[in-house]
């Protein structure tokens, strides 16, 4: 007999893939910083703009309730669910002061180099880390109870918004993000 993979589920792991494919992007322009040659300052902002729009305001609350229902199935792990709370909190400050340092940058005010590619180290650093424990242990969790999820209250409370870059229609202002993770996928193409 085959489990029906929670619907919810897949949906997370898609946007683990999505998100870290952002962040090797990233990591090449915050490379690019380091080294002092001219990161594509554009391209940082609108991955951060995706990042702190999408995965901090739909893929982390999406996770919060499939962790909620955890929390009642097995309340042994309530420990380790609130270390899953404080990091996307933690992700979600080091998000917002990224993507300031970056709008700082892209609206010709003076920021310090060194402290934005640092920053964006943390970041990534953090944000890998988190999602490879998800994917490693927490997601194991949920697939061991995946039968008793309720699928049906995790879609009601979801806030019914789209991916806007990798969903089926990539919204106006990502427009030039979709393109550039095109050529990043497929260079040979561009
Ligand atoms: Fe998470
Ligand atoms: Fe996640």
New binding site residues.
């Given amino acids: 007999m085959t489990i029906k993979t929670s619907q919810t589920l897949k949906d997370l792991r898609r946007d683990h893939r999505n998100v870290m494919l952002l962040l090797n992007m990233l990591e090449f322009e915050a490379n690019r910083l380091a080294a002092l040659d001219e990161p594509d300052y554009q391209l940082m902002d609108d991955i951060m703009r995706y990042l702190t729009t999408y995965a901090d305001v739909v893929?982390?609350p999406k996770?919060d309730r499939i962790y909620g229902q955890l929390r009642v199935l097995q309340p042994q792990q309530s420990e380790v669910l609130a270390q899953?709370e404080k990091?996307?909190g933690e992700?979600a400050r080091f998000g917002i002061e990224l993507r300031s340092d970056i709008e700082a940058i892209v609206s010709e005010a003076i920021v310090r180099r060194d402290t934005v590619a640092q920053d964006a180290h943390n970041y990534i650093e953090k944000l890998r880390g988190?999602?490879d424990w998800?994917e490693l242990e927490?997601f194991s969790l949920i697939e061991e109870v995946q039968s008793e999820l309720d699928e049906q209250a995790l879609a009601a409370g979801s806030l019914g918004k789209s991916d806007p870059v990798f969903g089926s229609d990539v919204e106006q202002e990502f427009q030039r993000l979709f393109t550039s993770i095109q050529r990043a996928i497929n260079p040979a193409q561009t």
């Fill in positions: 893929h982390h996770e899953i990091d996307h992700i988190h999602i998800e927490m």
